[in-house]
């Protein structure tokens, strides 16, 4: 029984230690993404044509001056995008998390081969990055298609869209790990995500909050996403290039902070 | 073969020590286990074999004393060690979307191999297994006699030194047991180190050359089970079953049998002793009048029963 050729693993082979575990979600993957493909589209299609046409079409009636003078489905659009990432990097980290632990238990069999904690995690990280790519990707093409992008600048918009779906993954994912009861998720979809998606500047500027509120939603992430793909996407970014670089710092640093975060709660939890 | 008069020690423990908060699991034990046997854990649940078992298996830290595994350490070097082991643990965690065959190929991965390689091992590990006809359905509706064996095909893939099973047989049908025991003896005769952990007696007989009997995170005795049986037991055991009303009345009047030893347990009685029938025939004549009577040879539930005082699935 001669050993498998595997050298002890340096920081060098972390990256593909991590791939080894990414490429696992991918065997899954290949047999349910029919299913994920339709919701990826339908979903911003139903939320292009309700609100940039349906809701639309009532706000441009009156002035849209405080929309920064473009229609109401261009201003609405990169918001769409930043909260779709949000969204879908909440349900890649949430569920499938706890249920590698709780229900097919994918971890615990990862644990057993050379992939350590962090490998584990991080593989599963790239796997949410790739369906946040793929998600946004769908956002983008509908928007194009509903003629909502002002800008060629747009091209940024979707590494910026990811940005901000990974400055969720990977917190969320960190702490999902460790979480003991599923209803918990529930509060953080309830009293997390949907506060966030109503007032981070998605539906309305967030000029017309009252003061106290804007700051409160200027500290929150998604903020951060919607104005860096709406800058984009309206092609309004060159006017205050500080800012954006403040917007990506802010989100990057999430992530990373996140990344290194998961290292380490995935280690506790399985290295018991 | 290197040295075959000195057996090549591939898991070394001193002082071996897990606790969970206040808790100890595994309470300061010592053992060597030698390339190419079968080694046993037994125990009921709760004894520390499963931490024993996760602590070998480098996914989990020992709290204290010493542990290296195939001359190394495991928290220092767990992946390159695992890279060595195979694992089947109690609950499969096998991926129920997938194909028998993707199964043993995302676990191939895991460990770095080659498609081809894995493609090839995945051959002759379902054949090995019996599952060739089964490659490419699904798992979620095998039974579990065939998940049990697609565990064990998907914990060889990278032909391990030391296959670690957690209770490989609990929870299956009687015949699927007999298979299952069936391929861990032919890996073994393969030259595969087999540590397992079980609390069926009929299986820690069946497989093992050497076990340790655990309880309260201590081992109460080791050797082989015909030792052990030798050493704690009696070479006969007689069983007798009373009507429950008369159950203590006779408790108290086989006392004075001779006997080496008996238990009274909440349904039997039982009496350990030479010559079952001959004591037999003495319950008899002595007036009492057992229901059942049954004699048999002593078994390792019987050495557990006189270590601990307990019975072993209780």
Redesign the interface.
């Given at each position: 029984?001669?050993?498998?050729s595997?050298?002890?693993?340096s920081s060098a082979q972390q990256w593909?230690?991590s791939v080894?575990?990414f490429?696992?979600w991918l065997?899954?993957y290949r047999?349910?993404w029919r299913s994920s493909i339709w919701s990826s589209v339908l979903g911003p299609v139903c939320y292009l044509g309700a609100l940039g046409f349906g809701l639309g079409t009532l706000v441009d009636k009156h002035s849209t001056a405080s929309l920064g003078g473009v229609s109401y489905l261009a201003f609405v659009a990169p918001a769409i995008l930043a909260s779709g990432a949000m969204n879908t990097a909440m349900s890649e980290a949430s569920f499938p998390v706890f249920g590698s632990l709780k229900w097919?238990?994918?971890y615990?069999?990862?644990?057993?081969?050379?992939?350590?904690p962090a490998d584990i995690f991080r593989g599963h990280l790239m796997f949410m990055a790739m369906r946040i790519a793929m998600n946004c990707a769908f956002v983008l093409l509908v928007m194009w298609a509903f003629g909502a992008i002002r800008s060629a600048w747009v091209v940024l918009a979707y590494p910026a869209a990811v940005l901000t779906g990974l400055a969720f993954a990977a917190p969320i994912a960190a702490w999902a790990v460790t979480v003991k009861m599923e209803s918990s998720f529930t509060y953080v979809f309830r009293f997390g995500l949907t506060p966030l998606m109503l007032f981070s500047g998605t539906f309305f500027p967030l000029s017309q909050l009252p003061a106290g509120l804007r700051v409160l939603a200027y500290a929150t992430p998604l903020w951060h996403g919607v104005a860096l793909c709406r800058a984009f996407s309206l092609g309004t970014a060159v006017r205050d290039p500080a800012g954006m670089l403040g917007h990506v710092a802010y989100l990057a640093a999430l992530a990373v902070v996140g990344t290194w975060a998961g290292a380490r709660t995935y280690r506790r939890r399985?290295?018991? | 073969m290197l040295e075959r008069s000195e057996p090549e020690v591939l898991v070394r423990a001193r002082g071996l020590t897990k606790t969970?908060g206040s808790f100890t699991a595994v309470d300061g034990i010592d053992f060597d286990l030698y390339r190419g046997e079968a080694f046993g854990f037994l125990g009921p649940n709760g004894a520390g074999k499963s931490s024993t078992m996760r602590m070998i298996?480098c996914?989990?830290?020992p709290t204290s004393g010493e542990l290296s595994i195939l001359g190394r350490d495991p928290v220092r070097?767990?992946?390159?060690i695992?890279?060595?082991?195979g694992?089947v643990?109690q609950?499969d965690?096998?991926?129920?979307?997938?194909t028998v065959r993707?199964n043993l190929?995302?676990?191939g991965?895991?460990?770095?191999?080659p498609r081809r390689v894995i493609r090839e091992r995945t051959a002759e590990l379902l054949e090995f297994v019996q599952l060739a006809d089964r490659a490419n359905s699904k798992v979620d509706p095998l039974s579990g006699g065939l998940k049990r064996r697609l565990t064990i095909a998907r914990?060889l893939i990278?032909?391990?030194?030391i296959l670690i099973l957690d209770e490989p047989t609990t929870g299956l049908d009687p015949q699927a047991r007999h298979v299952v025991w069936d391929r861990l003896f032919r890996l073994k005769q393969?030259?595969?180190t087999l540590i397992l952990t079980t609390h069926y007696m009929d299986e820690a007989e069946q497989l093992c050359d050497r076990l340790v009997v655990m309880d309260h995170g201590r081992f109460a005795a080791e050797g082989s089970p015909r030792s052990l049986i030798a050493r704690y037991c009696s070479p006969e055991v007689l069983e007798l079953r009373f009507d429950p009303q008369l159950h203590e009345a006779a408790a108290d009047k086989l006392k004075d049998f001779p006997a080496e030893r008996s238990e009274v347990l909440a349904d039997r009685i039982l009496l350990y002793v030479a010559d079952g029938d001959e004591v037999l025939a003495a319950v008899h004549a002595s007036g009492l009048e057992p229901l059942t009577s049954l004699v048999r040879r002593g078994t390792l539930e019987d050495v557990f029963l006189r270590l601990t005082g307990r019975r072993l699935e209780d």
């Open positions: 029984m001669a050993p498998v595997l050298a002890v693993p593909s230690m080894r575990a490429r696992c065997t899954v047999r349910i097919n238990r994918i615990f069999g990862a644990q057993a081969s050379p992939l350590r399985l290295y018991v | 969970f298996g996914v989990s830290p070097d767990g992946s390159a695992r890279a060595r082991l694992v643990p609950d965690t096998l991926d129920m979307e997938l993707e190929l995302v676990y991965r895991y460990f770095g191999l914990s990278n032909e391990p030194e393969r030259g595969v």
